[in-house]
């Protein structure tokens, strides 16, 4: 006797596009990956322009590598690229260990190609930095999103993230939405 089938599965679609595989390598700075990450840097030319870092018409491959330089080299840093399962840059990730004012991980920067903004990669990348936080049993994560980038704001909040305070950052004195997320 074949099992009731519900209407949802009746209908459904077989899924035609599985979805590739996303993985996460630390940043070698090897001048190809430096050339890539210019290259999906200048695929988000809004989010350049909001935040004031890089002319999106001329991002420049020695700042990029300089900046991300920095981040690596800051206490618990460490900036991470996504590939898809082609070996394909899709994002990249910027991390902080423990925050040396509350001692929870945080989110510097997660940019994925902007060609591919609005097809869940976002999504699936954030998720991958969640779970490997919650598989070191930290309890929370936060970020910070520009308050003149309401779109950063909207993925953020979709995700489940909360709004916990508003505050000038630190590197560039810019007015931003403190967010955090509890993992446990």
Not at 34 to 56: C, F, H, K, Q, T
Not at 92 to 117: A, E, F, N
Request: charged letters at 25%.
């Amino acid at each position: 006797m074949e099992a009731p089938r519900t209407l949802a599965a009746m209908f459904a679609r077989p899924d035609t596009h599985p979805t590739p595989p996303l993985t996460l390598h630390p940043l070698t700075f090897a001048p190809d990956e430096i050339g890539e990450v210019v290259a999906l840097y200048a695929s988000n030319p809004a989010y350049w322009r909001a935040a004031g870092e890089y002319d999106p018409r001329d991002i420049q491959a020695a700042k990029v590598e300089a900046d991300l330089r920095g981040e690596a080299a800051t206490e618990g840093g460490e900036v991470l690229l996504a590939r898809d399962g082609e070996g394909r840059l899709a994002g990249v990730v910027c991390l902080l260990d423990r925050h040396p004012k509350d001692g929870l991980p945080w989110i510097g920067l997660l940019m994925v190609d902007g060609h591919s903004r609005r097809t869940g990669l976002g999504r699936r990348l954030a998720g991958l930095v969640e779970e490997r936080f919650r598989a070191e049993q930290r309890s929370g994560i936060r970020l910070a999103v520009l308050e003149n980038n309401p779109d950063a704001l909207a993925f953020w909040s979709s995700l489940g993230w909360q709004e916990i305070d508003r505050r000038q950052d630190l590197a560039h004195d810019r007015p931003c939405i403190v967010m955090h997320k509890h993992l446990a």
